[in-house]
Structure formats: C-alpha cells, structure tokens
C-alpha cells in the first residue's frame, strides 16, 4: 500500500505542475486578449489601456475555462514522464507498488482541480465575463460603431398590437438588458410595419423600455423616437432561457434558473446541458488523468515515444472533440443532458481503466 508521504510527494507534484500550467497559460491568454481588444477598440473615443486591460482581465477565466481539460491532459503526462525520468516509478514499482496505487494520489489531484474549476473558477469567469461586457459596451457608448446587425438570436412576442421580433447586439445582465436592440412590429395582416432601433432596451414587468430608440416606418424616414415603451408576455425566465448565454451564470444559480424556466412550460436545455457538464468536469479530469497515464508510464531505459506521447495527446483531443459535439447535441435536446454529459466521460474512463488492466495486470 502507498505510504502517506509517498501519496502526498504525488499530489503535490501534479498540483504544482498543474499551477505553473494554468499560470502560463493565463498569461498567454491576457496578452493574447489584451492585444485583440487593442486592435478591436482602440479608436473608439472613450478607449483607455487601463479600461482594456480590466477587459482582458475579466474574461481571462472565462477562456481558461476551455482550457481546463487540456491542462489537465498535459499536466498529468507530465507529472508522470518526469517521474519516469528520475527513476522515481522504478523504485516505487520495486517496492511492490502497483501504477494503480501511484496513480490514486494523481487522479485525487485531478478531482481536486475539476472542483476548484467548478466551484471557484467558474464563479468568477461567469461574473467576470458579464462585468466585462459591460466594461466593453461603456467603451463603445458615443462611438459611431456601436449600432450594428443583431447577432443574438432571434426572440418573438405576441400582444394584441400584434407580433414583434427582437434581436440585440449584445446581451447584459443575463438577458434582461439589451445593447443595439431591433424591434421589428408585425401587425395583424403580417406586415412589416415599423421597425426600432434602440441604444438599449430593458425588460420591465409587463413591458419593454427602449432608450436612444429611432423609428423606421414603412415608407418613411428614420425619426429619433427618444424612448419607447412596447407591451410585452415575455417574463425574464424566458428571455433568460432564449438570449443569455449559459456560461455568464454561475453554477450555483444554474437549478434555479433551469427550475424557473421548466416552471413557465421552457426546456432549458442548454443551461441543463451546462450544468450537467460542469458537474461531470471533475471526472472527466480524472478520464483524463487515465488517459494520460496509458502513453506516460514507460520506464526511462525504454525511451519515451513521441509518436505514443503524441497519440495520448489526439485521444484528448478527440475526447474534447467528441464531449463538445455530444453537448452540442444535449443543448439541442436530441440527447438528454445528462447522459450528453457523462457519456464521454464513461468512454474515456473504460478505456484510460481497460488499457491499465491490460498493461499492469495483464
């Protein structure tokens, strides 16, 4: 049986490893993002480099949040090939140990960063990314750019003044703020006969406020409208279920909203998918620890073979590959989220646990 202090040796090399991994790759990510929204904003009145670099600061854990299977995938074989590089695994294994015992410290490891992932990093990408939209859009405020083609999806209201398609540019406060909203008022016959545009337009109780709204009838010329107010059935659960994106809400309020939208007759099944997801986060970290595992335990005297090495890497990249078209299928409700979620995760795991079996046990 694997000592305490041999176990703690483990996990604390792969949480280090993991640490200086996630810490280079922030890095690369905010000069990355910092360059983009340099370029992107740069010529906008109200641009400032201490405002951008809060920008990039803000959505930095939101694109980390990508990266988490791969850093695990890499920190595990890491972790793995140093220590078969210092002989370590050769005398832990003449000392009776089997890989499955030196391998428990690393996979707790990996199960501790999936929870750090979706209990604390997710949190703060969620909020960031929201503060960071608004950050962006006080940027654009006063600039000719700001109005644009909508690139939400659409959303539809029916009232007896008829129906009203709604799109925005941007969507703020988990979809109950829009930023370049249009507003297109269909009348009872089904013809277009108005269209506004708004600065931003906020969902009220049984209402829609557009403010910097311009008017556009049919066969007349743009009119500034000041602000308009347009009757709406929608409540925020669906607006919310339709418009917001699920990874601007946390984990914690994710049942909540799923349960919320689910009580107004909505399927929420993107939020379900994504709750779903981070939920199985940690164990899929852990299928990827395996995974890493099948390519990185050669002994040192064997030499380590980048075409094997780099096969581990391709089997972690097809399991994202595969984890990301699964959920696109649980988002559409053709799978039912949860097993959108874990089926990835069990496939890898059966195989990362059959391999091992097979090489350690025969």
Request: glycine share 8%.
């Amino acid at each position: 049986m694997i000592g305490l202090t041999l176990g703690r040796y483990l996990f604390t090399r792969y949480v280090s490893i993991t640490f200086w991994f996630l810490a280079g790759i922030a890095a690369i990510i905010f000069i990355i993002n910092f360059t983009e929204l340099s370029g992107r904003l740069g010529g906008l009145p109200n641009y400032s480099v201490g405002l951008t670099l809060g920008i990039a600061t803000l959505q930095t854990p939101m694109i980390m949040m990508q990266a988490v299977p791969f850093v695990a995938l890499i920190s595990a074989m890491t972790t793995l090939v140093s220590l078969n590089r210092k002989y370590e695994l050769v005398v832990a294994r003449a000392a009776g140990i089997s890989a499955w015992q030196f391998l428990l410290p690393i996979c707790l490891g990996a199960l501790a960063y999936g929870l750090v992932t979706i209990l604390l990093l997710n949190p703060i990408a969620a909020n960031g990314f929201e503060r960071s939209q608004v950050l962006e859009v006080e940027v654009r405020t006063d600039s000719d750019t700001a109005l644009g083609q909508p690139a939400s999806p659409w959303i539809k209201q029916r009232t007896n003044e008829g129906e009203t398609i709604i799109g925005a540019r941007r969507i703020l406060n988990r979809g109950l703020e829009l930023v370049d909203a249009t507003f297109l008022r269909i009348d009872r016959r089904g013809d277009l006969y108005e269209r506004i545009d708004a600065r931003r337009a906020y969902l009220r109780d049984g209402r829609w406020e557009l403010r910097g709204a311009t008017r556009t009838r049919t066969g007349e010329t743009p009119e500034a409208a000041g602000t308009v107010r347009i009757n709406t059935n929608l409540t925020p659960e669906f607006v919310l279920e339709r418009l917001a994106a699920p990874e601007t809400i946390p984990i914690y309020e994710l049942p909540r909203k799923i349960a919320a939208a689910r009580s107004f007759g909505l399927g929420a099944n993107a939020f379900a998918m994504h709750f779903h997801s981070l939920v199985a986060l940690p164990a899929l970290l852990v299928a990827m620890t395996l995974i890493a595992a099948t390519v990185s335990m050669r002994f040192a005297r064997m030499g380590q073979s980048a075409t094997i090495i780099l096969g581990g890497v391709l089997a972690g990249f097809l399991l994202y590959v595969v984890s990301v078209l699964v959920k696109a299928f649980g988002s559409a409700g053709f799978v039912p989220p949860v097993a959108a979620a874990w089926f990835p995760v069990l496939i890898a795991s059966f195989f990362g646990v059959t391999f091992l079996l097979y090489k350690e046990d025969g």
